[in-house]
Nanobody, 121 residues
Framework: VQLQASGGGLVQAGGSLRLSCAAS????????MGWFRQAPGKEREFVAA????????HYSDSVKGRFTISRDNAKNTVYLQMNSLKPDDTAVYYC???????????????WGQGTQVTVSS
């Protein structure tokens, strides 16, 4: 599966953005999907994941209650709705696909190109 993230940009603290990740291939609905981010000088960190059916979601503590992951299997797309953004959310955001949520969280799967999110104070 090939992945392409989009929707990043510059936003003020407290604002919102919605990231999208379009996947190629007819087997998208079989994959668990997720989002990671990497800030300058820091390691890539897990943000959120969703099962193939969309029935279960998982979040890092740093974004829980502010971010929502969802998917539309008919459109081969996974989304990350980001609300109440903080300057600490500034990073390059990457989408990922894996055979299970555990695989996604462990970073074991396919990766897409990232999209830059910058939150100004």
């Amino acid at each position: 599966v090939q992945l392409q993230a989009s929707g990043g940009g510059l936003v003020q603290a407290g604002g919102s953005l919605r990231l999208s990740c379009a996947a190629s291939g007819r087997t998208f609905s079989r994959y668990s999907m997720g989002w990671f981010r990497q800030a300058p000088g820091k390691e890539r960190e897990f943000v959120a994941a969703i099962t193939w059916s969309g029935g279960s979601t998982h979040y890092s503590d740093s974004v829980k209650g502010r971010f929502t992951i969802s998917r539309d299997n008919a459109k081969n797309t996974v989304y990350l709705q980001m609300n109440s953004l903080k300057p600490d959310d500034t990073a390059v955001y990457y989408c990922a696909a894996g055979g299970s949520v555990d695989a996604v969280v462990r970073g074991m799967g396919a990766w897409g190109q990232g999209t830059q999110v910058t939150v100004s104070s």
